[in-house]
């Protein structure tokens, strides 16, 4: 129901506003509340009172006086409910449980082998199932399950296509949220690990970046003025699948000469099963091996990942000119190899890039790792966990 501009809203605004600063800027009293907001400190001793019958925040103790009497602290309650986020990769399934703050307490990953969408999806049921056993006791106890996939969904939810997995019209959403009861947002896994980068890890300074997911395939987030940018349709990022060569092969989106072609895991996985067949240990090919492999100094293996590298700056060199971001970052599993692709990665930027998009730009690999996109995931349902009427004043 459309809501009017009744008294009963404005102390949802205010309430939300109240809460704003108690969770990003606590120990914070009601004093100092009133001063930033500009709300009388009447409204603001109601609004935090109803945030403290609900566990949101508690008092600590008494902070420095400015000449009258002590005032009481407030802190956030971070520990009142926990969020739950999944990265659904193609041969793997990552979970990590955040409190309120985004901070980990538990992780879990499984693999599982794609073979169907019914297996996969409940291999996805088992994690969750897992992690909701894991949680805390707390107030609220799971508020949300936030899900990175590796392809473009809808705002309803439904996975609409993600060739890496092989989904086409999977109604996720719906799915899990049946199964149990919480509250799902599902979203592309690289904008999940570009708002988990901005959030926890190398992008936390920088109000635009781009993010590249760097795994199976490729997928990007990108961040202008701090903000998640989507495109019209929702459906921006899709990097991975630009032409970086007009005649090159045939990529499962449909286009051919795709970026993820030629700079992905498998792409570096197709040119090593060439450089080590008839290797006498029969080795898998897994990126496990093939960092070991180049730790031990296989010039081969080195050489492939340098040619990744190259091929990487390829793809990067269009985000550098097209979007003159501040920063750019890699992650994804192939990111775990930065020792190896940085150097020819570089070369390639600094040779085909324009100097004044380049030139104060910072590349760097995540801070974060394989994590990014599952605490980004993780955000998301906190974000949706605060913006929802269970939080306000009905």
């Known amino acids: 129901m459309k809501q009017t501009g009744d008294l009963n ?12 600063y ?6 914070i009293s009601r004093a100092r509340i009133a001063e930033l907001t500009g709300l009388t400190k009447a409204t603001v001793s109601s609004l935090v009172n109803e945030l403290l019958e609900s566990s949101l925040a508690h008092e600590i103790g008494t902070g420095k006086s400015s000449g009258g009497r002590k005032p009481v602290m407030l802190l956030f309650n971070r520990t009142a409910g926990y969020a739950l986020g999944i ?45 909701i056993r894991r949680a805390p006791e707390s107030v609220y106890g799971i508020i949300g ?11 309803l939810g439904q996975v609409l296509f993600a060739p890496n997995l092989g989904w086409a019209n999977v109604p996720l959403q719906q799915i899990i949220e049946d199964e149990f009861g919480i509250a799902v947002v599902i979203d592309n896994e690289a904008n999940a690990g570009a708002v988990g980068e901005k959030e926890f890890g190398a992008g936390r300074d920088a109000d635009n970046l781009v993010y590249i997911s760097v795994g199976i395939g490729i997928g990007s987030g ?13 459906f921006s990022g899709e990097l991975g ?39 006498k240990a029969g080795r898998k090919m897994e990126m496990e091996t093939l960092l070991s492999l180049a730790e031990d100094g296989h010039e081969g293996v080195i050489k492939l990942f340098a040619q990744v590298g190259h091929f990487l700056g390829v793809g990067v060199v ?15 599993r192939l990111a775990e190899a930065a020792k190896w692709l940085r150097p020819s990665m570089l070369q390639s930027m600094e040779g085909r890039s324009l100097p004044y998009p380049r030139e104060r730009l910072q590349v760097e690999f995540s801070q974060l790792g394989s994590r990014s996109a599952v605490l980004g995931a993780c955000s998301f349902a906190i974000s949706k966990f605060f913006v929802s009427t269970k939080v306000s004043v009905e």
């Open 222 to 234: 990108i961040i202008i003025k701090g903000e998640l940018y989507r495109g019209s349709s929702g």
């Open 22 to 27: 108690i969770r990003n800027h606590s120990p």
């Open 9 to 20: 809203l404005v102390k949802k605004i205010n309430k939300s506003i109240v809460l704003h």
């Open 318 to 332: 269009n985000i550098i000119n097209g979007f003159n971001p501040e920063r750019i970052i890699i992650g994804g």
């Open 241 to 279: 699948h630009m032409s970086i060569q007009h005649d090159g092969g045939t990529c499962r989106c449909g286009n051919a000469g795709c970026w993820e072609l030629y700079a992905s895991e498998n792409a570096l996985y197709e040119s090593a099963r060439a450089l080590l067949l008839g290797d």
């Open 87 to 131: 990265d659904l990769g193609v041969h793997y399934i990552r979970a990590v449980l955040t409190d309120l703050n985004g901070v980990s307490v538990e992780e879990y990953k499984v693999q599982h082998d794609n073979a169907k969408v019914e297996l996969a999806i409940a291999e996805l049921k088992a994690c969750i199932r897992e992690m």
């Open 145 to 155: 399950i936030g899900i990175g996939i590796p392809g473009i969904s809808d705002g």
